[in-house]
């Protein structure tokens, strides 16, 4: 079969490697399309490395149809389609996944489109509702409302009935943030969003945050949390290391919470499998209402992965990157 590989840090080839089956447990898919996400552009230069046991392909969500089943899968008929949420190995004409992390393609979704769902709809899921217990009325302050887990995170949140807010860096992502429910919309450049949340909130502050930034937002991100308010931190591009103040957090009762979902166990509580079934009890009837919808940025052939991380990197595109694998 045919796959991305990484010739050197941040170079990447097509090209044929080792056929795979599934274990058991596993079902094969033959990849439709890949979603890109800026964990492929980390592990492509060398800084973040698959879990053990995991493929060292790039991709961490696929949408395609069922080729082959492990011993002890049911449930699930060659030729269906589906999409995954993926340890790795996305980037390839076939990919073996875990049975629990397979999903069924929602309802009004093309089956190259739903390459970008996995990832987003785990992570804001799990995050939002699993961990911070998001609920409506609450006030969620998403940072990089533009981006892939951004667009998905605010159509989840509005669907709840929550209140939103977000950040952005141009004014057509602010435009677009608005467009999918965002109420309160706040360009990062030149506006201060802790200053911004305090005045749309009544002095109150967001009960949640969710944040990609890390080390560069974290005593802002705590300034601009309300009392019992939760701050999640699922990125770290503006850095690893900040000093917490405890006696704001104390005097908020807040709560800081840093979490990954590829590090994640396969099966049991908090597991890749748990997040996946509460995705498609919730997140799947959202998107079937038309509640919630994939927003794709820009598509690629997968010959092109390259081009897509550069695209990705420039912070150019809003929405997912897809990469088309098959037609």
């Known amino acids: 079969m045919q796959a991305i590989m990484v010739a050197s840090k941040g170079h990447l080839t097509w090209q044929e490697v080792t056929d795979i089956a599934p274990r058991e447990g596993e079902i094969l898919i033959k990849v439709s399309a890949a979603g890109v996400n800026r964990a492929d552009l980390l592990q492509a230069a060398g800084n973040y490395p698959p879990p053990p046991g995991a493929s060292e392909t790039l991709g961490l969500e696929v949408s395609g149809t ?118 309160i919309t706040i360009g990062y450049r030149d506006e201060d969003f802790v200053e911004r949340i305090r005045a749309e909130s009544g002095g109150a502050g967001a009960d949640v945050i969710l944040d990609i930034m890390g080390a560069a ?23 690893v290391k900040a000093e917490l103040n ?50 794709i940025g820009a598509e690629f052939a997968i010959e092109q992965a390259g081009a897509a991380h550069e695209l990705l990197e420039s912070g150019e595109v809003a929405g997912k990157i897809v990469l088309r694998v098959a037609d």
């Open 66 to 183: 069922v080729a082959g089943l492990g011993d002890g899968v049911t449930g699930w008929d060659l030729g269906q389609e589906v999409c995954a949420l993926l340890a790795g190995g996305g980037y390839a004409e076939f990919v073996a996944v875990p049975a629990g992390q397979v999903m069924p393609i929602p309802d009004s979704v093309s089956l190259h489109h739903a390459a970008a769902l996995p990832e987003v709809a785990c992570t804001v899921w799990s995050n939002l509702i699993m961990t911070a217990n998001l609920t409506a009325g609450q006030l969620v302050l998403i940072h990089g409302g533009a981006s892939g887990i951004g667009t998905h995170a605010i159509q989840v949140a509005r669907a709840l009935g929550s209140r939103v807010a977000v950040t952005a860096g141009a004014a057509n992502k602010l435009d677009l943030c608005a467009e999918l429910g965002a109420e």
């Open 217 to 239: 937002y974290l005593d802002r991100n705590v300034d601009a949390l309300a009392p019992d308010g939760r701050l999640v931190i699922i990125g770290m591009q503006g850095g």
């Open 246 to 295: 405890l006696g704001k957090l104390l005097g908020k009762r807040a709560g800081v919470i840093a979490t990954a979902l590829r590090s994640r166990p396969v099966s049991g509580p908090g597991s890749k499998s748990a997040i996946v079934k509460e995705v498609v009890a919730n997140v799947w009837p959202m998107i079937a209402d038309g509640e919630v919808r994939p927003i």
